[in-house]
Structures are given as C-alpha cells and as structure tokens.
T-cell receptor
Framework: ETGVTQTPRHLVMGMTNKKSLKCEQH?????MYWYKQSAKKPLELMFVYSLEERVENNSVPSRFSPECPNSSHLFLHLHTLQPEDSALYLC????????????FGEGSWLTVV | AQSVTQLDSQVPVFEEAPVELRCNYS??????LFWYVQYPNQGLQLLLKYLSGSTLVESINGFEAEFNKSQTSFHLRKPSVHISDTAEYFC????????????FGAGTRLFVKA
C-alpha cells in the first residue's frame, strides 16, 4: 500500500461540472498539501492543512475548494473550472516538523474541456 | 519571500557521463534545501536534503549536492549517470524557522541517452 493515494488518476470534466479529487495518506502525518503542477512552471502550493486546519491558502481561485475532514483525508472540490486549470494535481503529506520531507501521491491528471 | 530558480529546463546527457543540475534560491532568512525526483507517471520523492552540518550531502544512488551559502546555490551532481536516472528533478526550499511552505523550482528534465 502506497503512502499517499490519490483518486481518480485521470479526470476529464466540462467547465460547468462539479467534481472532486480525493487524497488519503497512510503515514500518520498531520499535515497535508495540494500542489498544482503545470508544464515548465514551478510547482504551485495551493493549500496546506495541519491537524485539519487550513494554514496556507495561496490566493487560489474560489472555484477550487479544499476539505480536510480528518488528518488522513484531503479533498479538492472543483466547480466551474477553466481550461487553464488543466494540470497535474499532487497531494502530499508531511509530519509538519521543521525541515520535514514531503511525501507525494502519484497525482490526478485533470483536463478541463 | 522565497524563490527557487532551476537554470536548465532540460539536460540531455550520454550514459556514464557526468551531470550537474543547477539550482539557485533567494531568501531573506535561512532555509533548508531539498532535491526531489519525479520518475515518469509517479509523484515526487525525496532524493536528498540539506538541513545543517556538512555542506555536501549524498543520496543512496550516487547523486550529491553542495550547499553554497555565498552563492545561494544547491547544485546537484552525479559523476556517471545511468539510463534509469532519466526523470525530472526539482529543487526546493523551506524556512528553517518552521511553517509549512516548501517552495519548488520549475524542474529540470534529465534525459540520459545510450
């Protein structure tokens, strides 16, 4: 069983759809992250949760809505996205200590049509 | 604010040749430094990191990186690459005062040719 599991691995959605990305970590970590990976651009930190409380929100449009019901699960709810939102969305977890290693899932490829 | 610059988007190299992937960072406070690797169709995984102590850090598969504070660099090197090293490599920084932000560069795609 991998440490950080993301579903679905691939998602195609229309601009008027509502969908969700799911992430689950089995590492006992108390911090979880959403990153956006686009070609030739730095990974963009979107949201960070620590102990189910949002601690970072990097000016992400409201069409992306995170949810962290417990320390093992993280969701990214998607609504009325734009084609430029097409990217690889990476979930990650860490123990929240200074200098900690972040453990990533394999990502969810999102295509907005 | 912190930022990370990876100077090369792609580095093609022949098998068994040496390679250097460059990384420079900008920060007004002290940082920790990381290299992550992403193999095709996988998430990122830690390759090596510098927290304190010796400025030269090594990975288990022969990569090494040297922290140079005066040049604000953390270049990644390997003396002899293998085909299996083909991947994307990301340099990253986090504040040594804590917090949850780890800032990544844009990545360098290493392509090892036979």
């Amino acid at each position: 069983e991998t440490g950080v599991t993301q579903t679905p691995r691939h998602l195609v959605m229309g601009m008027t759809n509502k969908k969700s990305l799911k992430c689950e970590q089995h590492l006992g970590h108390n911090a979880m992250y959403w990153y956006k990976q686009s070609a030739k651009k730095p990974l963009e930190l979107m949201f960070v949760y620590s102990l189910e409380e949002r601690v970072e929100n990097n000016s992400v449009p409201s069409r992306f809505s995170p949810e962290c019901p417990n320390s093992s699960h993280l969701f990214l709810h998607l609504h009325t996205l734009q084609p430029e939102d097409s990217a690889l969305y990476l979930c990650a977890s860490g123990d929240g200590t200074v200098g900690n290693t972040i453990y990533f899932g394999e990502g969810s490829w999102l295509t907005v049509v | 604010a912190q930022s990370v610059t990876q100077l090369d988007s792609q580095v093609p190299v022949f098998e068994e040749a040496p390679v250097e992937l460059r990384c420079n960072y900008s920060s007004s406070v002290s940082v920790y430094l990381f290299w992550y690797v992403q193999y095709p169709n996988q998430g990122l995984q830690l390759l090596l990191k510098y927290l304190s102590g010796s400025t030269l850090v090594e990975s288990i598969n022969g990569f090494e990186a040297e922290f140079n504070k005066s040049q604000t660099s953390f270049h990644l090197r390997k003396p002899s690459v293998h085909i299996s090293d083909t991947a994307e490599y990301f340099c990253a920084v986090s504040l040594n005062t804590g917090g949850f932000k780890t800032i990544f560069g844009a990545g360098t795609r290493l392509f090892v040719k036979a």
